[in-house]
């Protein structure tokens, strides 16, 4: 019993610890990061000051603003002219919030305690599974393709090899030296058997040499591709933004992922914790350090801005549809086989194509019919040192 | 003896089942493989993503060195103020006329980098805003406010991103040129 009473005082401090942590800071909606771009308590940023902004002005008119500001300003509102022409011409952003977002916003202006610093409240996580389900059917479309593609790989085969190996020796072992099994068909069904297993696995895992399809490393953070360039219709070249002049597509920067996370801070399947180590990178300066999938080996020349500028290549043609990918999969094995069989099949693109004016001859030939075609293999694309030098 | 012949055989099939068992295994997706002349396929240079030993923070693609400019670039000369983007607008000059070729590669460019948000008609109802992901109303390009800045004005905008911050600075993916060629196309070509 004295226990119990012992601990009732110490669980009253702590609440009263409580208590006074949370009245201590001013906790601002998820929204006002938006607002923060422009507008601050206490000082003119692009916007005007906002502390008592809603003693200035009716809520109602408040609301209007918010929304769309200049409807306002071209109906003749005399104090939206007056707020518009006192800060240099620069309309305000739409907002599309809801009555209660604004409401948040106001409240949190009103209770504003100029001697506390601001915390930002984390924006409630919505990890929506109509997404997931919607897609079903195109992901069985992907994970079709991509047993495909993984079913030539080789497995883990070295147990295999093993296992084969030491039945063989037994298998000989019996027949010529133990003799414990007199029924001779057995040693020659496990001897032929081992052969053609272990030469399978010795031809697979040869060919498989030097090849990484099917590489699908863990990356730093949760990129979807399948979320921005399928979902969102972003355009590869947003990001990488070299392919088209430079022999690297190139990984793009932080900078360009806050293009978009400055405003967006929480994602529809990883909700905020992947966005927030993107955040996190542009404010510390601490590269990601994303895996790199495709790599071709160092004694390969290869140029992105050729084959897409050029040769009017689509990315997927090589790297698969990486707009239904959660996961960046390497499809096609990058071997030198590949790249031979592309460059005898594919014609040249002659046709608008200021890279290749210069090749009249050719050009010359296709039209007097000589030639029905003009492949990368006839200019010289497989010649050993356009890749190798 | 035959009894013996039988459990021979229970075993020899059992062997082949743990085999195959085995070789249905997949190969771990971290792993890249095996190559032949490992010393031909990884490069002994550091490579420009890659992470360097030589420096403190491991940073194989550094900055330039405070104070310098790499040959033959022109560092932007104006800050992100509202009084610089106006001397923006004054002293830049859009070396383009709207000609074919350039409202051409400014359409492309419009359409790879602006046209997300602002929407393949300028209006600011690009994919990522009517579908609510982006909260912010972008700016129509179409209003007069954008129309009547003069052309510097935009691509300092272009360049530094706006002064609220809500659009971020695209100077590092769109080459100068091709910024100008994104105003032409801005002023003349949206409709």
Not at chain 1, 335 to 347: A, Q, S
Not at chain 2, 69 to 80: C, D, L, S, T, V
């Amino acid at each position: 019993m004295r226990k119990k009473i012992f601990i009732i005082p110490v669980f009253f401090v702590f609440f009263l610890f409580s208590l006074i942590d949370t009245s201590a800071q001013n906790v601002a909606p998820p929204e006002w990061q938006q607002c923060m771009a422009c507008h601050a308590l206490g000082k003119k940023l692009i916007g005007p000051d906002l502390v008592g902004i809603t003693d200035r002005r009716s809520e109602e008119w408040i609301y209007k603003f918010i929304r769309n500001s200049q409807e306002m300003i071209q109906a003749g509102d005399p104090i939206a002219v007056q707020v518009w022409e006192e800060h240099n011409k620069i309309p305000m952003t739409n907002f599309d919030f809801t009555d209660d977002q604004i409401k948040g916003i106001l409240d949190f202006i009103k209770a504003y305690d100029p001697s506390q610093p601001v915390e930002i409240a984390q924006a409630p996580t919505t990890v929506s599974d109509t997404v997931e389900k919607a897609e079903t059917a195109e992901e069985a479309e992907l994970d079709q393709f991509l047993y495909k593609h993984e079913k030539y790989g080789p497995g883990n085969t070295r147990p295999t090899f093993i296992v084969f190996l030491i039945l063989l020796i037994i298998a000989v072992a019996d027949l010529a030296f133990i003799k414990f099994i007199r029924a001779h068909f057995i040693h020659y069904i496990v001897i032929l058997v081992s052969i053609f297993v272990m030469g399978e696995i010795v031809y697979v895992e040869a060919k498989a040499l030097g090849r990484q399809e099917g590489y699908s490393p863990d990356q730093p953070v949760w990129f979807s591709h399948k979320v921005h360039a399928g979902q969102n219709h972003i355009d590869c070249l947003y990001c990488h933004s070299t392919a088209m002049e430079s022999k690297s597509a190139g990984i793009p920067g932080i900078n360009v992922c806050m293009n978009c996370h400055n405003v967006v801070k929480s994602g529809k399947i990883t909700g905020t914790e992947e966005i927030a180590k993107v955040v996190e990178a542009w404010n510390t300066g601490k590269p990601i350090e994303w895996v790199r999938v495709h790599n071709l080996p160092d004694h390969v020349f290869f140029s992105h801005a050729q084959h897409v500028n050029a040769g009017k290549r689509q990315c997927q043609e090589c790297h698969g549809p990486v707009e239904k990918m959660d996961r960046i999969v390497q499809v096609e094995n990058l071997g030198m086989g590949w790249c031979i069989h592309c460059h005898r099949r594919t014609p040249v693109q002659f046709k608008e194509n200021s890279f290749y004016q210069e090749y009249t001859r050719f050009k010359e030939k296709m039209e007097s019919g000589e030639m029905s075609r003009v492949t990368v293999d006839d200019i010289g694309g497989n010649n050993c040192q356009t890749c190798h030098y | 003896m035959k009894l013996k012949i039988e459990k021979n055989k229970i075993l020899f099939v059992m062997l082949i089942g743990i085999g195959l068992v085995f070789s249905a295994c997949h190969r771990d997706n971290n792993s890249t493989g095996q190559a032949y002349f490992p010393d031909m396929s990884y490069s002994y240079a550091f490579e420009t993503y890659g992470s360097s030993p030589n420096f403190s923070d491991s940073i194989q693609m550094l900055m330039p060195v405070e104070g310098t400019i790499p040959r033959e670039m022109i560092p932007y000369q104006f800050g992100k103020t509202f009084q610089e983007q106006v001397r923006a607008g004054q002293e830049l000059v859009n070396p383009y006329t709207p000609d074919e070729a350039v409202m051409k590669r400014g359409k492309e460019q419009y359409t790879i980098f602006c046209s997300n948000c602002h929407g393949v008609s300028g209006k600011g109802d690009g994919y990522l805003v009517t579908s609510k992901l982006f909260t912010a109303q972008p700016v129509s390009l179409l209003s007069d406010y954008v129309q009547s800045k003069p052309d510097g004005e935009i691509f300092h905008v272009i360049t530094l991103g706006s002064l609220s911050t809500l659009m971020g600075a695209h100077g590092s993916q769109i080459k100068p040129e091709d910024r100008w060629k994104i105003v032409t196309y801005v002023k003349n070509g949206l409709k």
